[in-house]
């Protein structure tokens, strides 16, 4: 199994602000959502219903492991690359 350098997305354990409960698995993907293309796809082609939210790549990502403007931390990630 060869797989690219470039990370695609990354499964993330996150915890909700408001309830602290954590959660994991959830999908972040790098990729972008193109209407044009395929509505139903990111632009590497994970299921849109899989994806639980959308980030310009890891630098974005690690943004969340602190308090932000969004109601959920990321505890910890797996970074993940399309086979």
């Not at 193109?34 to 899989?50: A, I, K, Q, T, Y």
């Not at 943004?63 to 990321?74: A, P």
Request: proline share 2%; hydrophobic share 30%.
């Amino acid at each position: 199994m060869t797989q690219s350098n470039q990370p695609i997305g990354a499964y993330a354990v996150i915890q909700w602000l408001d309830s602290n409960e954590e959660g994991d698995g959830y999908y972040f993907s790098f990729g972008e959502y193109n209407e044009d293309n395929d509505p139903d796809h990111d632009s590497f082609g994970v299921r849109d219903d899989d994806i639980f939210f959308y980030c310009d790549g890891e630098h974005e990502l690690k943004s969340y492991l602190t308090k932000g403007s969004e109601d959920f931390v990321v505890i910890a990630y797996d970074l993940a690359y399309k086979e």
